[in-house]
């Protein structure tokens, strides 16, 4: 396992190409698991672990790593399934998701695969509400299921997703009732979230699962005669999505005459400098980390007051 992520930061060049790194990884079963190589800062046999009175079930322990005191997280345990068995053998995956550090816990951990976020599908329909999946794709004739962490994260440790007093300006909120913003994220909980602090400030929403949903959803509208970057004073997109990731959605937004005006906030819980070089390459106008409401907050507010011509007096 020691090389198995030997370049990873090389790789950063995937993303903008509408391409993804999976690392592929196992519970306890035949089931295979798939995570963004992205979000991943090393594999590690799992190490030594120290069990926290009245922590979440979830949390197994934690560990001392690099310095770092992380929590390690049952994986199976948080998606709904039999805790691991014999966890001294088993790995742990080292991640970053909204600037923290956590470790989730597997059986077995098996390779790196390449692949287009095109061949990276929503879950089937049927799945139901109760599911961890954010996508499924194939591989050699198996189903791969991508788990939805950021719901993952949100039980095991939620985060305060209210407004802090005074963020919304009055005025802001009166001139916010004439306004719509789209927001693009594959992760229900992401959505919820996004979803809820929009329209605390009083902007109308439409929500959307995926970028090729987007994307097909606003060339629609402007099929309808629709002038998009004025119907909605901001698309509030994820990047890591099914089927067209927010670079690509991005890049097509701006290549579209009747589409170019519409103003683009990315939102994502990838981290680092690269990202916000990918921003500007890609044309979008501003690129925020999640999920921060006083952050997001402040930034549709700055927006309702450009479009709307208002002053901070």
């Known amino acids: 396992m020691a090389g198995v992520l030997e370049g990873v930061n090389q790789r950063t060049q995937l993303v903008g190409q509408n391409r993804l790194e999976l690392l592929l990884f196992r519970l306890g079963g035949d089931q295979v698991y798939g995570i963004n190589v992205f979000k991943v800062k090393e594999v590690l046999q799992c190490p030594q672990l120290t069990v926290l009175p009245q922590s979440h079930r979830v949390v197994r322990g ?35 998701y909204n600037n923290a550090t956590q470790g ?38 198996k189903l791969v299921e991508i788990i939805d962490v950021e719901r993952i994260l949100s039980e095991v440790s939620p985060i305060s997703e209210d407004i802090s007093v005074g963020v919304i300006a009055e005025k802001v909120s009166e001139a916010a009732q004439e306004l719509h913003v789209l927001i693009v994220d594959d992760s229900s909980v992401a959505r919820k979230q996004i979803k809820r602090c929009v329209e605390t400030i009083g902007v109308t929403t439409t929500v959307l699962n995926d970028g090729r949903a987007a994307l097909e959803y606003l060339t629609g509208l402007a099929d309808q005669g629709v002038d998009v970057g004025t119907h909605f004073m901001a698309m ?10 927010g670079y690509t ?24 400098v690269f990202n916000q ?3 500007k390459k890609v044309g979008a106008d501003n690129f925020l980390p999640k999920f921060n409401p006083d952050l997001l907050a402040t930034t549709v507010s700055d927006r309702i007051k450009d479009v709307g011509a208002l002053t901070d007096d």
């Open 277 to 279: 070089a990918m921003v």
């Open 62 to 96: 934690i560990a001392h790593i690099r310095g770092s005191t992380i929590s390690m997280m049952d994986l199976s345990l948080a998606i709904g399934q039999s805790e691991l068995e014999n966890i001294d053998n088993s790995f742990v995956i080292i991640t970053e």
């Open 249 to 272: 959605l991005t890049t097509e937004v701006r290549s579209d005459p009747r589409l170019a005006g519409l103003h683009i906030i990315l939102h994502t819980s990838l981290s680092g």
């Open 236 to 245: 509030i997109s994820d990047i890591e999505m099914p089927e067209m990731d």
């Open 104 to 141: 989730f816990l597997v059986q077995s951990v098996e390779r790196i695969i390449n692949l287009n976020w095109e061949a990276i599908h929503p879950p089937p329909k049927g799945a139901g509400n109760e599911h961890y999946l954010t996508a499924v794709t194939e591989i050699e004739g």
